[in-house]
């Protein structure tokens, strides 16, 4: 078995999941000692395949193939390393060892290409434990925020002090960015994380552009009450407001060809025989255009002050991120797609994509394109999360074809 082909992929992938395994799936998240071991070890995988492997100054592993000369233009492969608690396998990590083997096939067949590769596994595209997306493609964008130091993890350790406990200095994280390099553009495989390529029988597809996303802390308040004793006429039933907003999310962003999840509610005292005084609730809301996202969020904000007015609550509002819709490099994307035709499909399916990448944040670098891979029933985030053995082999095929479309053009 070659350490390049699907069935080595697919086992790394299982390597990874088994050195951060937790109670309810998998859980890799930044700073930690399962970021510190899946590095070395991907770091290994680099090095078999002939890349110089290191981590840069943000926590990313990164894997260096030299070009033809000192100046020459670099093509960018890679995705995340990092998971969602109760994760799968293949979410990131896939395209990440994908871009590996892709390399080690390159050079295992001796072609010389006019550019200079450089794999990257972000560290932190997932937010989970800082709650910020995309930190370690930001640093290569060379958009990293030092607002973002005061972040804390649920047990109150800051961003600023879990560096230094990593054994990074935060002073130095500019050392990540890659802004004033001569670059070729960004490639990213990754599974679909929806069930359109399966629903259509295919296993691969050209991703045309992804979502903006903007996501809210939302809150109403009312008055606690006792559940027999508060007439209707006189309760201000915080929880009754927020399920209005909830409900109003489904019907706007569905009649907008957007997308909006409630994926968080809590209501408070949280007793059985008591009206909630208090309701904290979560917003993601995406859309192919950032107008269209912004004017949904709009309508949904006027409903929530309208319910609050009717019940006599108040509604607070508190954004926590936000994202801009990106469109692929057209070059970069043609080459994803004469990948695909390639391994036999002769009109590949261009499809959006609705979850956040860290080609988003390579966005403000480069331009960039992505492959999407068939995944079992659109399952991610989700310890059932699958692909099958075959579509992996194809996709390998393809992208290492969209590598060499690209260096037949340069």
């Not at 809590?266 to 008591?274: L, T, Y």
């Not at 053995?389 to 393809?398: C, K």
Request: include cysteine; hydrophobic fraction near 45%.
């Amino acid at each position: 078995m070659s350490q390049h082909d699907a069935a080595e992929v697919l086992a790394r992938c299982d390597t990874l999941a088994d050195i951060s395994a937790a109670v309810d799936g998998i859980e890799r998240s930044y700073l930690t000692p399962e970021h510190a071991r899946a590095n070395w070890t991907v770091g290994e995988w680099m090095a078999d395949a002939g890349l110089t492997a290191w981590q840069d100054a943000a926590g990313n592993q990164r894997g260096t193939l030299a070009g033809p000369t000192a100046d020459a233009p670099v093509l960018l492969l890679g995705s995340h390393l990092d998971t969602v608690p109760g994760a799968g396998r293949y979410d990131g990590v896939l395209g990440t060892l994908m871009a590996i083997a892709a390399v080690g096939r390159l050079r295992a067949r001796g072609v010389a290409l006019p550019f200079g590769i450089e794999v990257l596994g972000f560290a932190d595209e997932e937010g989970t434990r800082f709650g910020r997306t995309l930190l370690g493609s930001c640093a290569v964008a060379g958009t990293w925020e030092d607002g973002w130091w005061g972040l804390q993890d649920a047990h109150g350790v800051t961003l600023h002090d879990a560096f230094i406990a990593f054994g990074l200095d935060p002073s130095r994280v500019g050392d990540a960015s890659l802004v004033g390099r001569p670059i070729v553009g960004y490639l990213e495989a990754h599974i679909e994380q929806g069930p359109l390529l399966q629903d259509a029988e295919r296993p691969l597809g050209v991703v045309r552009g992804i979502m903006g996303a903007r996501r809210f802390e939302l809150e109403m308040i009312g008055e606690a009450g006792h559940a027999g004793g508060m007439p209707y006429g006189r309760r201000r039933d915080a929880l009754l407001g927020a399920s209005e907003v909830v409900t109003a999310v489904e019907l706007l962003a569905r009649d907008a060809r957007a997308v909006g999840t409630v994926g968080r509610l809590q209501a408070f005292p949280g007793a059985m025989n008591v009206i909630p005084g208090r309701v904290e609730f979560s917003l993601d809301l995406r859309a192919e255009t950032d107008a269209v996202r912004d004017r949904v969020w709009n309508e949904i904000a006027e409903m929530g002050l309208k319910a609050a007015a009717a019940r006599q609550l108040s509604f607070g509002v508190q954004q926590v991120h936000e994202a801009r819709a990106t469109q692929v490099g057209e070059r970069l994307a043609l080459a994803v797609e004469a990948g695909i035709r390639s391994t036999g499909d002769a009109e590949p399916m261009w499809l959006l994509s609705k979850a956040g990448h860290d080609a988003m944040a390579i966005a403000d670098l480069c331009d960039y394109a992505m492959l999407f891979i068939r995944c079992k029933d659109g399952i991610s985030h989700h310890r059932d999360e699958a692909v099958r053995a075959d579509d992996v082999e194809i996709a390998l095929d393809a992208f290492e074809a969209a590598i060499l479309a690209l260096a037949s053009t340069a």
